[in-house]
């Protein structure tokens, strides 16, 4: 099955910047892709499957907005590609977030 049958939320290709953090210190991305339920991290170097993953990002440039924060867990991930992340804890006006900016890029 191909992982793009398998999605369960509407998705959004987005290329901004992404920190995340593993029992590391920070380090930088590029998020690709995104829905309400996770979101896929371009990096040459993804963290294994089942890592959790803490992960700070903006969904556009509008001054004052603040970053979104959410725990999260390695659910696939493609060697020297990336990796996609399942969120785990996301605050309900961070989901809000997300649905709404998705539903303005369709």
């Given amino acids: 099955m191909e992982q793009s049958d398998r999605r369960r939320a509407p998705r959004t290709p987005r290329l901004v910047e992404v920190r995340y953090q593993s029992n590391s210190p920070p380090l930088t991305a ?3 892709d995104i829905s309400e339920r996770g979101i896929f991290v371009d990096t040459p170097n993804p963290l294994p499957v089942g ?6 990002f903006l969904l556009t440039n509008t001054p ?3 970053p979104i924060a959410v725990e999260g867990n390695v659910a696939w991930r493609q060697e ?6 399942e ?3 996301l605050k309900e006006e961070d989901r809000s977030k997300i649905k709404l900016f998705i539903a303005n890029q369709g």
């Fill in 30 to 32: 590029r998020l690709t």
């Fill in 51 to 56: 890592s959790p993953v803490t992960l700070n």
């Fill in 64 to 66: 004052g907005e603040k």
């Fill in 80 to 85: 020297t590609v990336g990796m996609g992340i």
């Fill in 87 to 89: 969120f785990v804890q």
